[in-house]
């Protein structure tokens, strides 16, 4: 398969991309920068510098794939409308005659909200309107729009860790120049996570399969509080357990939905993943090896320019 992944050098866009390029599929990626080319390049991965904003910059290499990965999130700036043009640029490619496409593209667990221990699955209806509504309008599109020509996928990853870091990332960072490990609320709540490497396995596995019009979570078994991981992540980086806290309502005056998405207390089932394509999460949960984990997301510190 050719397969094409916006936001091919962020966290998630570029294990996606490595994944297929180790199975052995043509992969190229949408970059900004010069820069980013390198380590991607380095990989067997294509790359083209470019910008959502701009879908002309991308479109050369977007036509001559069969599979779309939208993994890009414009989290500072609009994210919403630059997460609609890029869908919208994908599903009007898809009605060129004569080639079958796959699109998948990447929403979260937050849209489940508060689901505290009760164990929610892809067929929840949820009662209140989701966190990021907009985001649930595009996975609707999506679905919807499956037909012969375009088979849409939907994942919704939970809390994504290892490798450089995702949000766990930020225990590390604050533990080693704080000493302590800052988090939001009084961290009693649990959120769904996902190794990044299990993650990028199930896109893979969703692209390979001959499924069409799906949605499936992509969460581990793990049940961590989030105080139990940040003090993992604490002790990992040399702070000894130590934690800090930030009061939910400063955090939410400043950091808007992003602090309701880290305050949600939930429980995501991912079996159907397991039943449909085999799927089976590898890594049994963040703080179980956090010692590993700050190894690898300080190797990556050290990369950066």
């Known amino acids: 398969m050719r397969v094409f992944v916006t936001g091919a050098s962020g966290y998630i866009g570029s294990t996606v991309a490595e994944a297929f390029r180790r199975k052995g599929h043509w992969v190229a990626g949408l970059v900004r920068s010069e820069e980013k080319k390198r380590p991607l390049e380095a990989r067997e991965i294509r790359t083209v510098v470019g910008d959502m904003k701009n879908p002309a910059s991308y479109l050369p290499l977007a036509t001559e794939s069969d599979v779309w990965v939208h993994a890009a999130a414009e989290w500072a700036g609009d994210f919403e409308g630059l997460d609609r043009a890029t869908m919208n640029t994908f599903l009007d490619l898809a009605k060129q005659p004569g080639r079958t496409r796959i699109l998948i593209y990447t929403s ?154 880290l305050l949600l207390d939930q429980h995501v089932d991912s079996s159907k993943a397991l039943q449909v394509l085999g799927w089976n999460p590898r890594f049994g949960g963040f703080a179980e090896n956090s010692s590993r984990y700050f190894q690898a997301w300080r190797a990556h510190q050290a990369d950066k320019p």
């Open 108 to 261: 979260g667990v937050w849209l489940y909200g508060k689901t505290g221990n009760n164990l929610v699955n892809e067929s929840y209806a949820m009662e209140a309107p989701p966190l990021l509504r907009w985001r649930w309008d595009h996975e609707q599109k999506i679905l919807q729009a499956s037909t012969k020509q375009l088979r849409g996928i939907v994942i919704r990853p939970g809390c994504v860790y290892g490798g450089r870091g995702g949000l766990t990332g930020s225990w590390f960072d604050s533990a080693r120049r704080k000493g302590a490990a800052q988090i939001i609320g009084d961290g009693k709540n649990r959120w769904a996570t996902i190794h990044v490497e299990d993650l990028a396995d199930l896109y893979v596995r969703a692209a390979e399969s001959r499924l069409s019009g799906e949605l499936f979570n992509a969460t581990d078994r793990s049940r961590f509080t989030v105080l139990e991981m940040a003090e993992a992540a604490s002790r990992s980086a040399g702070a000894n357990g130590r934690v800090a806290f930030t009061p939910a309502e400063e955090a939410r005056k400043t950091m808007g939905f992003f602090a309701e998405g």
